[in-house]
Each structure stands twice: as structure tokens, then as C-alpha cells.
């Protein structure tokens, strides 16, 4: 059983950066496109960007070039680098393969973006 730990949110001011951790448990990771959702408050999980094996990437049109993924398939890592956040980004923050068939979802991680 896979599990995903989502780390790095928090309370952050707008026009702050965070950077987002995603901790894959597979034991084959680099076969998978891994991507990263978020989950606006009384919204639903949307897919925002992913990163295939050899580290080609999308971008959901909203993020207008602030974010960044990245994926480390020796650590098994997935990242987010989040800049010029604004408090539309507030949401909880998940990764998991991109597949019709995912994961078993992880606790996420909140980004509060706020002054």
C-alpha cells in the first residue's frame, strides 16, 4: 500500500512563497506521473500540475508561471515551489499519480494565504 506524506504548508502573507513536500512510500516511484491537487474550501480537488518520469510538466492556467514542480525519484520526493502566492491559493494540498486509478489520498497540507 502506497502511502503519500504532503508537508511544507502554512500561514503565509500575499506575495509570500512556500515550498511543498510530497513523500511517496511505492516501491517502484519513478514509473508514474505524479501531480499535485488542491482543495479550495467548499470546493473540489482539482488537479494544478504534474510532472511525468523524465520531468516534463503541466500547469493549471491560474498559476500563471508562479509555481514550480519538481521530482526527485531517488528520494522518492515530489515538490512544489509556490511564489507570489495569493489568497486564492488557500486550500489543502495533495499529490498522487496521475491515473484512473490513484493512490489512497494523504492527510494533505494547508496553505493559508492571508495578511
Known amino acids: 500500500q502506497v502511502q503519500l506524506v504532503e508537508s511544507g504548508g502554512g500561514l503565509v502573507q500575499p506575495g509570500g512563497s512556500l515550498r511543498l513536500s510530497c513523500s511517496v512510500s511505492?516501491?517502484?516511484?519513478?514509473?508514474?506521473?505524479i501531480g499535485w491537487y488542491r482543495q479550495a474550501p467548499g470546493k473540489r480537488r482539482d488537479l494544478i500540475s504534474t510532472?511525468?518520469?523524465?520531468?516534463?510538466?503541466t500547469y493549471a492556467d491560474s498559476l500563471k508561471g508562479r509555481f514550480t514542480i519538481s521530482r526527485d525519484n531517488a528520494k522518492k520526493m515530489v515538490y512544489l515551489q509556490m511564489n507570489s502566492l495569493e489568497p486564492e491559493d488557500t486550500a489543502v494540498y495533495y499529490c498522487n499519480r496521475v491515473s484512473s486509478a490513484s493512490w489512497d489520498w494523504g492527510q494533505g497540507t494547508h496553505v493559508i494565504v492571508s495578511s
Open positions: 511505492a516501491s517502484i516511484f519513478n514509473i508514474h506521473t
Open positions: 510532472i511525468t518520469t523524465t520531468g516534463a510538466t
